[in-house]
């Protein structure tokens, strides 16, 4: 089994920056890759961004532009990610995921989850 703690959500005004965090622990060798993934109120879970296990390889949907970054910290068996340029259409719940498979962007290939990190932004 793995466990993931997402922490760092919270309100932030348009334009500022959160950094979001998901601590993995248990089996995590048993997980390639790591994503997140965001929640809007009355919308589909929708795939945000992703990284293997060594860090070498990064996916990005493409509402993000730019302004997304995920990271990771093996020595530490955590996850970033750094969203920079806050827009009020980021409001959502952030969700980490693992996943066995690599390189993975929709849900289905996700196996464990965390229970979801709250991000408001205000205009």
């Known amino acids: 089994q793995v466990q993931l703690v997402e922490s760092g959500g919270g309100l932030v005004q348009a334009g500022g920056s959160l950094r979001l965090s998901c601590a993995a622990s248990?089996?995590?060798?048993?997980?390639?890759?790591m994503g997140w993934f965001r929640q809007a109120l009355g919308k589909e879970r929708e795939f945000v961004a992703a990284?293997?296990?060594?860090?070498?390889?990064?996916y990005y949907a493409d509402f993000v532009k730019g302004r997304f970054t995920i990271s990771r910290d093996n020595a530490k068996n955590t996850v970033y990610l750094q969203i920079n340029s806050l827009k009020p259409e980021d409001k959502a719940v952030y969700y980490c995921?693992?996943?066995?498979?690599?390189?993975?962007?929709?849900?289905?290939?996700?196996?464990?989850w965390g229970q979801g990190t709250p991000v408001t932004v205000s205009s």
């Open positions: 995921a693992g996943s066995s498979e690599l390189g993975g962007t929709t849900t289905s290939r996700y196996g464990y």
């Open positions: 248990g089996r995590t060798l048993s997980i390639l890759t």
């Open positions: 990284i293997s296990r060594g860090g070498g390889s990064t």
